[in-house]
């Protein structure tokens, strides 16, 4: 059965705090309070994070493998290079130094880590992406959005739920 | 002393970082066209030593390095101030960065880019540079991996790209803000594209949250690393005056010196031509200036440490260096230094001085010519005097072309600066948002405001 998007507003996080704690309260069919919610707001804020409990965020280990995969390519690189390379005069010095190595090593430790905890950000957090269906500039300025997808026969509960927390602004998807 | 109001509506932040982006005051046209006019000057110099060769720099044996390292080294040592403005002290949780952070950021990463273009300016042979990039090739030309001028280049690599992306990562909330609140056109384009779609989702947030602190904690270590490994290209030498092991924590403190005084010259030029006296307030500046004088006092101790390292160390060459640079011809330069870096910050310790912007400025420029004119002295006097006497050459002086590139570099970071201010939001609005309401919510808390922000 497909499903239809409403976007509703709320003007402090109070309001959406209370509206989430219903959702999660009210058995709905045709709406997973768990994938079928999304809460945007315009600050990083530790409330939203609060009432929709602990979520698990992986880049931290996109992080830890991009620092050792920069350190340890890094070092094979160097230490190859200087390898292969006859024409400098070692003077019976060490073929591959550690301590200057060590130093490239951490740069690019810390480079790898850079660019691959970035790319760890831009997977979890699902970017670039297209705009969802219902999108409301004010979310971006002070409101709290809630988008909810639902089955048709759900939307009229969560309407309700939603003007009863007294919604500023609902939004709802064209049917289809 | 009014600092940013708990009760300023988020939509008021919009609305004011937005117009920076529309109609600067007049100041800033003024100012972009005397950094075009300098930026010009600085390539016709370029341009002339491109055809003409490096004898028209004045750069010659002993002379090898002259204004453009000790540039170079200015410019890097410039950078630092945005990672300690955006990483440590968000480590700190020291809120009052938040509206200022973003143009200093600006700052490492323009400042990191004019850097970058000295050492091509040094090279001379622009067109031979890729001798120097490692890769295969039948030249047997290879990089020395030993060497911290390589040590360097890998650094400020790391350093520029990835203060490039802290920086943009710090900036997608606040595109999408642009790109919600501008018609259409192709700016609003160019946000649409940059925002990547991000429509503030918690689960957009979480992420966001994780990813800034994580390249936050790199960064910090990276800039330590990254003029510390400046200061081994001398340190690590031999020459007379830079073999001194404090050198690094000495290069370290210089940098955060620099970067800081910048930050105070750029905090009073924003704050006036982009009308953000509302969240640049005097109280920020305050902290600005007494984390600047702190950093002062640190910088002036370990010059102290230099010369008594010199002077007590019984390496007499060292030591006639030092004395030629207070006595000889460098004397005007080093005294002006010493003045300007460690006597007029003292300035900043008077109460009064703290907030009131006309002194603040002039000593915010006066510190900056004491900083560039430490990393000249720290150059140039030491291929004028070195271990030999028939290698001594006192009387030579930079070239108008190298005066002239010198110059033109100034005008070429003013310039990148001053356009990313007018193209991209330079206080950062989620940010501030996000200041106005933890400070509320404390307020709230102790019962002192009736009603919150919105």
Redesign the interface.
């Known amino acids: 059965m497909s499903k239809r998007h409403l976007l509703a507003l709320y003007?402090?996080f109070d309001q959406a705090e209370a509206v989430v704690r219903e959702l999660r309260n009210t058995k709905i069919n045709g709406f997973d309070v768990n994938d079928d919610m999304?809460?945007?707001?315009?600050?990083?804020?530790p409330e939203?994070?609060r009432f929709?409990g602990d979520?698990p965020?992986y880049?931290?280990w996109f992080?830890l493998v991009g620092a050792v995969l920069g350190g340890s390519l890094g070092f094979l690189g160097?230490s190859s290079?200087?390898a292969n390379?006859f024409?400098?005069m070692k003077g019976g010095k060490p073929i591959v130094?550690l301590p200057?190595?060590f130093?490239?090593t951490?740069?690019?430790f810390?480079?790898g880590?850079?660019?691959i905890?970035?790319l760890?950000?831009?997977i979890?957090?699902?970017?670039?992406?297209?705009?969802?269906p219902l999108?409301n500039?004010k979310?971006?300025?002070?409101n709290i959005?809630i988008?909810v997808k639902a089955e048709e026969a759900a939307i009229g509960v969560l309407k309700t739920i939603f003007t009863k927390h007294k919604a500023l602004e609902i939004q709802e998807e064209a049917g289809k | 002393m009014k600092d940013i109001r708990e009760d300023i509506a988020w939509a008021k932040i919009n609305q004011d970082v937005m117009k920076s982006l529309e109609n600067p005051r007049p100041l800033y046209w003024v100012i972009l066209f005397f950094a075009v006019l300098a930026f010009g000057i600085g390539i016709g110099c370029e341009v002339y030593q491109y055809q003409m060769g490096m004898g028209v720099a004045n750069l010659d044996n002993p002379h090898v390095w002259g204004l453009y390292i000790a540039t170079f080294i200015f410019w890097i040592g410039m950078s630092h101030s945005g990672t300690l403005l955006s990483a440590i002290l968000h480590l700190m949780h020291a809120d009052w960065r938040k509206p200022i952070y973003r143009f200093a950021e600006a700052m490492t990463t323009f400042s990191l880019m004019t850097a970058g273009l000295f050492v091509m300016v040094h090279l001379g042979r622009l067109w031979q540079f890729y001798y120097a990039v490692p890769y295969p090739n039948e030249r047997w030309v290879w990089p020395n991996f030993q060497s911290p001028l390589l040590w360097d280049a890998m650094a400020i690599f790391t350093y520029l790209s990835s203060s490039v992306l802290f920086l943009f990562v710090g900036m997608i909330p606040d595109l999408a803000i642009a790109r919600d609140n501008m018609q259409s056109g192709w700016r609003r384009k160019l946000y649409t594209l940059l925002a990547l779609g991000w429509e503030g989702t918690d689960r957009q947030w979480r992420n966001f949250r994780v990813t800034y602190l994580t390249i936050a904690c790199f960064l910090i270590p990276l800039a330590v690393s990254v003029h510390s490994i400046v200061a081994s290209d001398f340190g690590m030498s031999q020459q007379p005056g830079w073999h001194v092991t404090s050198f690094p924590p000495y290069f370290v403190a210089g940098a955060l010196y620099s970067g800081c005084a910048a930050i105070i010259t750029l905090f009073i030029i924003l704050r006036y031509v982009f009308k953000f006296e509302e969240y640049m307030t005097l109280p920020i500046l305050k902290k600005i200036v007494r984390l600047t004088f702190a950093i002062a006092m640190v910088w002036t101790y370990l010059n102290c440490v230099e010369f008594a390292s010199v002077w007590y160390s019984h390496d007499a060459v060292s030591k006639d260096l030092l004395i030629q640079k207070m006595t000889g011809p460098y004397a005007p330069f080093w005294w002006a230094m010493i003045f300007c870096g460690s006597i007029v910050p003292l300035i900043f310790a008077i109460k009064r001085f703290q907030t009131n912007i006309p002194v603040l400025f002039a000593t915010s420029l006066l510190l900056n010519l004491g900083m560039w004119l430490e990393r000249w002295m720290i150059v140039s006097p030491t291929f004028s005097h070195g271990y030999y006497p028939w290698t001594w050459d006192h009387d030579q002086w930079p070239s108008m072309i190298q005066w002239g590139i010198v110059f033109g570099s100034f005008g070429w970071f003013t310039l990148l600066f001053m356009v990313f201010c007018k193209m991209f939001p330079s206080v950062s609005m989620y940010e501030v948002k996000e200041m106005v309401y933890h400070r509320s919510l404390h307020l709230k808390q102790n019962g002192t405001v009736e009603q919150g922000v919105h």
């Open positions: 003007g402090d999304i809460v945007k707001s315009p600050i990083e804020h939203v994070e929709l979520k965020v880049v931290q992080t160097i290079a200087q390379f024409m400098q130094p200057p190595n130093v490239l951490y740069e690019l810390i480079l880590g850079v660019y905890t970035v760890g950000f831009l979890c957090a699902a970017l670039p992406a297209k705009r969802s999108y500039a979310v971006s300025v002070d959005g988008l």
